[in-house]
């Protein structure tokens, strides 16, 4: 990604006549303008995504249960299973399928690719428009299809394509563009919206917009200053309160405003804690940091093992899951047959099968119901409602598929609860009758819980704050971080994070927060790209052709030849330009004869590009005659007069922090008389890697490719 703004004569030029009071208003406003429709956009994804999940399952299980209504006393209960593992069947393969054929980069949760995409890598296909739909239809389908997945991963990458979208200011349309505006169309500002985006995506997942601006800021982007922040915290408060207003309007009372997220559970009434219980809660931090390890761990193995699969197996293995629920569910339900007169929470999935009277079956208040109807069944119905087997069992499965899932939904699942609900669940974990009676063992499962979390995702500033926003509670917020802290440090001793393991096991060229320990001896002549490729002020057209054809490189150092050298390529250097500028100089045929000027026009706007990479524009698709490659080009307008450089003492620690925190694609290294002698990049950065395993540091230099 070129985050870096060009500095050239044409972009002075340009910005010298833009340079009045009004002109910057209208700019400063509309931009203000953007981030707010990202945050009523991603409102207005968030609850057509709830709203739909909850109105076709509630007819997907109402025609379930009328057919065990029919079977129970005909005893034909095949009919019913078999009409449950067609419709999961169905539903899965249609969702497989979008993932599958359409756009791949929408499998999965989204949170790798964009925190990449965040920190300066280009992911083919991730903010298009087929990742946009395939998405959005394929979490509706997962979740209906009872697949392992929540919303929370997929709404923040939703949210950054709908903000990409909007800054790009372009609707397709048959093949061709319907271009609206242009004033955000650089990768610059299309960074800062997808950030506002991603943010905005966790706000209106968990009614968290502090946490999520904070999950931006720590686990996405890495270029940050205090007007981002500023439009990043405006964009996820609005998406946060339209996601509240759209989802109490869908509940019948639109005033009361009771639906601040997606994921959305009772808070805890009374949390408080005695000092004499913190070495209690730092040995649950070190449990859930060795467990969090172990999940990354297996986590890693099993996605290596799928991506040795064909597509096609993959799309065959989630069928065989969305199939294989309904048949274990209706087996329980007939086997164990727990009837009960109470009340259940969930009034959707009341079952009489087995049951006689004004009794339903208890096990079906668990399994008629989405992911998020079984939580609230087993945290909100009475207690005893369940056996200890069926709840242990359920319970147990319940956790794994969301485990499996976008982890985020695990803090959703575990932070926002009854105290009823671990009663049963340390009953059944530690075989203690006297947990039953425990008054104030909610807090204990509420430490649990983010320390696994906080074991598998390695976050503490944004998990925390999302914590404390969802139990509603400041009280207990020293506790919440202090055992995430515990079970980040737990985790790291023995693995990397789930996220940055995804990045690893995806193959993208991913800087680390910080540059690789015992390198501060390791100097930039011992990693840069030499010898470098440089071209003339005034280049030759043919000489720019062979070395965009020949070459993979996205950024030539452009020098002043200095007639008292014997070599050709041999000057100071005088700036830089980029791949695409001279494609686009090319395609324009921005050259003439020599001593002659040109006849043709450009402007900054011809040099931004809103499109996909796959139509982006390519050295094949210029043509150019014999007497074209004889004409010269003035590349002294376009390049960038003031590029980074660096001296041949830099040390790698010190390049690694310019090209973090600057957002950096190129370095130029230069002698004692300015001339070019290498070029750095992020890949020569990104193939040092340095991991801790077991307590003991490994470094590997990695084989990065071109692809």
Same mark, same amino acid.
């Given at each position: 990604?070129?985050?870096?703004?060009?500095?050239?004569?044409?972009?002075?030029?340009?910005?010298?006549?833009?340079?009045?009071?009004?002109?910057?208003?209208?700019?400063?406003?509309?931009?203000?303008?953007?981030?707010?429709?990202?945050?009523?956009?991603?409102?207005?994804?968030?609850?057509?995504?709830?709203?739909?999940?909850?109105?076709?399952?509630?007819?997907?299980?109402?025609?379930?249960?009328?057919?065990?209504?029919?079977?129970?006393?005909?005893?034909?209960?095949?009919?019913?299973?078999?009409?449950?593992?067609?419709?999961?069947?169905?539903?899965?393969?249609?969702?497989?399928?979008?993932?599958?054929?359409?756009?791949?980069?929408?499998?999965?949760?989204?949170?790798?690719?964009?925190?990449?995409?965040?920190?300066?890598?280009?992911?083919?296909? !991730?903010?298009?428009?087929?990742?946009?739909?395939?998405?959005?239809?394929?979490?509706?389908?997962? %979740?209906?299809?009872?697949?392992?997945?929540?919303?929370?991963?997929?709404?923040?990458?939703? /949210? /950054?394509?709908?903000?990409?979208?909007?800054?790009?200011?372009?609707?397709?349309?048959?093949?061709?563009?319907?271009?609206?505006?242009?004033?955000?169309?650089?990768?610059?500002?299309?960074?800062?919206?997808?950030?506002?985006?991603?943010?905005?995506?966790?706000?209106?997942?968990?009614?968290?917009? %502090?946490?999520?601006?904070?999950?931006?800021?720590?686990?996405?982007?890495?270029?940050?200053?205090?007007?981002?922040?500023?439009?990043?915290?405006?964009?996820?408060?609005?998406?946060?309160?339209?996601?509240?207003?759209?989802?109490?309007?869908?509940?019948?009372?639109?005033?009361?405003?009771?639906?601040?997220?997606?994921?959305?559970?009772?808070?805890?009434?009374?949390?408080?804690?005695?000092? %004499?219980?913190?070495?209690?809660?730092?040995?649950?931090?070190?449990?859930?940091?060795?467990?969090?390890?172990?999940?990354?761990?297996?986590?890693?193995?099993?996605?290596?093992?799928?991506?040795?699969?064909?597509?096609?197996?993959?799309?065959?293995?989630?069928?065989?899951?969305?199939?294989?629920?309904?048949?274990?569910?209706?087996?329980?339900?007939?086997?164990?047959?727990?009837?009960?007169?109470?009340?259940?929470?969930?009034?959707?999935?009341?079952?009489?099968?087995?049951?006689?009277?004004?009794?339903?079956?208890?096990?079906?208040?668990?399994?008629?119901?989405?992911?998020?109807?079984?939580?609230?069944?087993?945290?909100?119905?009475? !207690?005893?409602?369940?056996?200890?087997?069926?709840?242990?069992?359920?319970?147990?499965?319940?956790?794994?598929?969301?485990?499996?899932?976008?982890?985020?939904?695990?803090?959703?699942?575990?932070?926002?609860?009854?105290?009823?609900?671990?009663?049963?669940?340390?009953?059944?974990?530690?075989?203690?009758?006297?947990?039953?009676?425990?008054?104030?063992?909610?807090?204990?499962?509420?430490?649990?819980?983010?320390?696994?979390?906080?074991?598998?995702?390695?976050?503490?500033?944004?998990?925390?704050?999302?914590?404390?926003?969802?139990?509603?509670?400041?009280?207990?917020?020293?506790?919440?971080? !202090?055992?995430?802290?515990?079970?980040?440090?737990?985790?790291?001793?023995?693995?990397? /994070?789930?996220?940055?393991?995804?990045?690893?096991?995806?193959?993208?060229?991913?800087?680390?927060?910080?540059? #690789?320990?015992?390198?501060?001896?390791?100097?930039?002549?011992?990693?840069?790209?030499? #010898?470098?490729?440089?071209?003339?002020?005034?280049?030759?057209?043919?000489? %720019?052709?062979?070395?965009?054809?020949?070459?993979?490189?996205?950024?030539?150092?452009?020098?002043?030849?200095?007639?008292?050298?014997?070599?050709?390529?041999?000057?100071?250097?005088?700036?830089?330009?980029?791949?695409?500028?001279?494609?686009?100089?090319?395609?324009?045929?921005?050259?003439?004869?020599?001593?002659?000027?040109?006849?043709?026009?450009?402007?900054?706007?011809?040099?931004?590009?809103?499109?996909?990479?796959?139509?982006?524009?390519?050295?094949?698709?210029?043509?150019?005659?014999?007497?074209?490659?004889?004409?010269?080009?003035?590349?002294?307008?376009?390049?960038?007069?003031?590029?980074?450089?660096?001296?041949?003492?830099?040390?790698? #620690?010190?390049?690694?922090?310019?090209?973090?925190?600057?957002?950096?694609?190129?370095?130029?290294?230069?002698?004692?008389?300015?001339?070019?002698?290498?070029?750095?990049?992020?890949?020569?950065?990104?193939?040092?890697?340095?991991?801790?395993?077991?307590?003991?540091?490994?470094?590997?230099?990695?084989?990065?490719?071109?692809?």
């Amino acid at each position: 990604m070129n985050y870096e703004e060009m500095d050239s004569h044409l972009t002075r030029k340009e910005r010298q006549g833009k340079q009045s009071k009004k002109k910057l208003a209208l700019e400063m406003l509309s931009s203000w303008v953007v981030y707010f429709f990202i945050g009523v956009g991603t409102a207005f994804l968030a609850a057509g995504v709830q709203i739909s999940v909850e109105l076709i399952a509630h007819q997907k299980f109402e025609l379930i249960k009328d057919y065990f209504d029919q079977c129970d006393k005909k005893g034909c209960l095949f009919k019913p299973v078999l009409i449950w593992v067609g419709i999961n069947a169905g539903i899965t393969l249609v969702g497989a399928a979008l993932v599958t054929y359409v756009q791949p980069m929408a499998a999965g949760s989204g949170i790798p690719l964009i925190k990449s995409y965040l920190n300066g890598v280009r992911v083919p296909g !991730l903010l298009s428009l087929r990742a946009f739909i395939s998405k959005c239809v394929g979490v509706v389908l997962s %979740i209906l299809g009872g697949l392992a997945c929540g919303k929370e991963g997929p709404m923040a990458h939703s /949210g /950054g394509i709908m903000a990409a979208g909007l800054g790009k200011g372009r609707i397709p349309w048959f093949g061709k563009d319907i271009n609206l505006y242009g004033l955000f169309r650089n990768d610059h500002n299309i960074r800062d919206l997808v950030a506002a985006g991603a943010a905005s995506g966790v706000s209106a997942a968990f009614g968290a917009p %502090i946490g999520g601006t904070l999950f931006s800021v720590e686990e996405a982007a890495s270029f940050w200053n205090t007007e981002l922040v500023w439009k990043v915290f405006f964009s996820a408060m609005i998406a946060c309160f339209s996601t509240n207003v759209l989802l109490s309007a869908f509940e019948g009372h639109p005033t009361q405003l009771s639906n601040p997220g997606l994921v959305r559970f009772n808070v805890f009434p009374n949390l408080t804690f005695d000092l %004499i219980e913190i070495p209690v809660f730092i040995f649950i931090a070190a449990i859930g940091g060795l467990t969090g390890s172990l999940f990354v761990v297996m986590n890693y193995k099993l996605t290596v093992f799928r991506q040795k699969k064909s597509m096609r197996k993959s799309m065959r293995k989630s069928m065989r899951k969305s199939m294989r629920k309904p048949s274990s569910n209706a087996t329980r339900c007939a086997v164990l047959q727990e009837c009960t007169s109470r009340l259940p929470s969930n009034l959707r999935a009341v079952r009489d099968l087995g049951c006689s009277g004004v009794s339903h079956n208890a096990m079906s208040t668990m399994f008629l119901t989405t992911p998020e109807g079984c939580l609230k069944s087993l945290l909100h119905d009475p !207690l005893g409602e369940y056996s200890r087997h069926a709840t242990s069992r359920n319970f147990a499965q319940l956790l794994a598929r969301l485990v499996s899932g976008p982890p985020l939904l695990v803090s959703a699942v575990a932070i926002c609860v009854d105290v009823n609900c671990y009663h049963v669940t340390f009953a059944l974990i530690l075989n203690l009758e006297k947990a039953f009676c425990a008054k104030d063992v909610g807090k204990y499962a509420l430490i649990g819980a983010a320390s696994q979390l906080g074991g598998i995702l390695r976050t503490t500033i944004s998990l925390t704050v999302i914590i404390v926003e969802c139990t509603g509670d400041i009280t207990f917020g020293l506790c919440i971080m !202090l055992s995430l802290m515990i079970s980040k440090w737990v985790g790291d001793f023995f693995t990397t /994070g789930l996220y940055d393991m995804n990045v690893e096991v995806s193959g993208i060229p991913l800087l680390s927060w910080e540059p #690789p320990p015992l390198c501060e001896d390791v100097h930039v002549s011992d990693f840069m790209s030499q #010898p470098v490729m440089t071209l003339l002020s005034v280049e030759r057209v043919g000489h %720019i052709y062979d070395c965009l054809s020949g070459e993979s490189f996205n950024g030539f150092p452009v020098i002043e030849q200095d007639p008292s050298y014997d070599l050709m390529y041999r000057g100071k250097l005088k700036g830089v330009i980029l791949r695409h500028q001279l494609l686009v100089l090319l395609k324009k045929k921005m050259f003439c004869p020599e001593g002659q000027m040109p006849t043709a026009s450009i402007c900054l706007k011809d040099f931004e590009n809103p499109y996909p990479v796959p139509q982006r524009l390519k050295i094949q698709d210029i043509e150019l005659s014999d007497a074209d490659k004889q004409c010269v080009m003035d590349l002294t307008p376009y390049m960038n007069l003031t590029p980074y450089t660096a001296s041949i003492s830099f040390s790698m #620690p010190r390049v690694f922090r310019l090209f973090r925190g600057l957002g950096l694609r190129h370095l130029v290294v230069v002698n004692d008389n300015t001339e070019p002698i290498g070029m750095v990049t992020r890949k020569d950065l990104a193939k040092y890697r340095a991991e801790i395993k077991k307590g003991m540091l490994h470094m590997e230099q990695l084989t990065v490719e071109n692809r």
